[in-house]
């Protein structure tokens, strides 16, 4: 028995913004934007919360697997822009869809969030301790941005997406997960400092600082590796894969992952053009773009891949 994937939903902000009103607010431009990441437009949130695109996603992702939340046994979010400390985003996720069986918690591993979460209920399913789960990876990164630092915000959108997860004899074949916590620096966003009565600090908010450049060499040396190592375990090669679902960071990113494969880029699908890199939730909403437009046919093996702040990297390969 292995994991599979039953269903699949996602939910964007309401509100596009393009380049163009980026150069309106800051010193960018649509061309410089779109040649260096492929990006032209993102949704960013006004009223909608992370937990409340979690829900539109997660009953999006129910109703395609048919399924309801009662069913519904473990919930896990991969998010590091939750609404709150506590609860969590997965029991607000749990209260609203009335998934009353469910145990319901996070994971932050920034852009890997996904594959964590999916890393995570598989052994849980594998175990037979839980047999199905809900799982999901979700951001409002516009609310940690720093909006004066035009190399790190016009890159990032917000968004959720889901899926359902059942026990089942096809599905997930191999994972290869990993962390690098000693080149975490590069990416990071500082919580908040310690204000207890014996320390004193300013409590200026925090944002996310980047080395992109840094994160780029990460992303371009790690990524084919960590896809080599799941198609090795499962004794295939490149060619036999449909579909390389990876993290939306940078069409450059994934262009470069595609040849070092030696994989037409027509196998790697793009969201990023529309919805900017949206960390943990970019892998589920483009999965769930695919499975809306007919893209994944049963039998099919794709990959999926995450990675980013940690540093952090998780792919899947699995069957549809
Ligand atoms: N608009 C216009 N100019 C900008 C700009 C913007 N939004 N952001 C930076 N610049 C300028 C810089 O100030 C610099 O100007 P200078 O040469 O006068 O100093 C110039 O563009 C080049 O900046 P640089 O940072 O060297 O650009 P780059 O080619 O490395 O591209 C990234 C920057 C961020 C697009 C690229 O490094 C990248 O994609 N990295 C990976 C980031 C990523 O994917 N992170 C998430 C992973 S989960």
């Given at each position: 028995m292995t994991t599979r994937i039953?269903?699949?939903?996602?939910c964007l902000p309401q509100t596009?913004?393009?380049?163009?009103?980026?150069?309106?607010?800051m010193d960018t431009s649509d061309e410089w934007i779109r040649t260096r990441t492929g990006i032209r437009e993102r949704r960013l949130a006004k009223e909608e919360t992370t937990s409340f695109m979690c829900c539109e996603a997660a009953l999006r992702a129910l109703e395609d697997a048919g399924m309801s939340g009662e069913e519904i046994e473990l919930i896990i979010v991969g998010t590091l822009t939750g609404d709150y400390v506590t609860p969590s985003t997965a029991c607000e996720v749990q209260a609203k869809i009335g998934a009353k069986r469910a145990v319901a918690f996070d994971v932050n591993a920034a852009c890997s969030g996904f594959l964590f979460a999916l890393h995570i209920a598989h052994a849980y399913l594998q175990a037979g301790i839980y047999q199905n789960a809900?799982?999901?990876?979700?951001?409002?990164?516009?609310?940690?941005?720093?909006?004066?630092?035009?190399?790190?915000?016009?890159?990032?959108?917000?968004?959720?997406?889901?899926a359902v997860l059942k026990?089942?004899?096809?599905?997930?074949?191999?994972?290869?997960?990993?962390?690098d916590g000693a080149k975490g620096h590069v990416l990071s966003c500082k919580g908040r400092p310690n204000n207890n009565p014996l320390v004193s600090h300013?409590?200026?908010?925090?944002?996310?600082?980047m080395d992109g450049q840094e994160?780029?060499?990460?992303a371009v040396g790690?990524?084919?590796k960590s896809i080599q190592s799941v198609l090795a375990q499962?004794?295939?090669?490149a060619g036999d894969i449909s579909w390389f679902v990876l993290h939306q960071a940078n069409i450059r990113i994934l262009q470069s992952v595609a040849k070092r494969l030696g994989v037409s880029e027509e196998k790697f699908p793009i969201s990023l053009d529309h919805c900017g890199n949206i960390s943990a939730a970019s892998v589920p909403i483009l999965l769930d773009e695919m499975n809306q437009k007919g893209m994944l046919k049963r039998g099919d093996k794709i990959v999926l891949s995450g990675f980013g702040g940690g540093l952090s990297w998780g792919s899947v390969l699995l069957e549809w």
């Open positions: 039953m269903g699949t939903g996602s596009v913004v393009t380049n163009d009103d980026l150069a309106k607010i809900l799982i999901l990876g979700a951001e409002t990164l516009s609310k940690i941005m720093d909006w004066s630092d035009r190399s790190t915000c016009v890159l990032f959108g917000d968004g959720a997406g889901a026990r089942d004899e096809r599905g997930v074949l191999s994972f290869d997960m990993g962390c300013p409590t200026e908010p925090e944002f996310v600082h994160v780029y060499k990460f790690r990524v084919p499962s004794g295939m090669d």
